[in-house]
């Protein structure tokens, strides 16, 4: 069993800048690869960022290339995703999931773990 939990969400102004934070505890962290997701209203949850177990591979969705950095820091159990240049179409509850493999993947499925969410509001 994985637990998961987000912290570091809030509301920023457009052009702002965030960073999420995930907190994993149970199965060894370093061998699961990561991911990101957001979920806005009326939408179904997508993918925003996936890292590898060892963080040598990243992915991203087209819409955040450029802006959000995904890392984690294996010692500290923890990923990250640096949110930059925030618009408000980036408002989202923000997922952090896991999946018991270390290779990385955009789909919500391949992920069996997830947390409870945090909330990013981003005002024009």
């Known amino acids: 069993q994985v637990q998961l939990v987000e912290s570091g969400g809030g509301l920023v102004q457009a052009g702002g800048s965030l960073r999420l934070s995930c907190a994993a505890s149970?199965?060894?962290?370093?061998?699961?690869?990561m991911g990101w997701f957001r979920q806005a209203p009326g939408k179904e949850r997508e993918f925003v960022a996936t890292i590898s177990w060892s963080g040598s591979s990243t992915r991203y969705t087209d819409s955040v290339k450029g802006r959000f950095t995904i890392s984690r820091d294996n010692a500290k159990n923890t990923v990250y995703l640096q949110m930059n240049s925030l618009k408000p179409e980036d408002t989202a509850v923000y997922y952090c999931?896991?999946?018991?493999?270390?290779?990385?993947?955009?789909?919500?499925?391949?992920?069996?773990?997830w947390g409870q969410g945090t909330q990013v509001t981003v005002s024009s």
């Open positions: 999931a896991a999946r018991e493999v270390f290779g990385i993947s955009p789909y919500r499925n391949d992920y069996g773990y």
């Open positions: 149970g199965r060894p962290f370093g061998s699961s690869a």
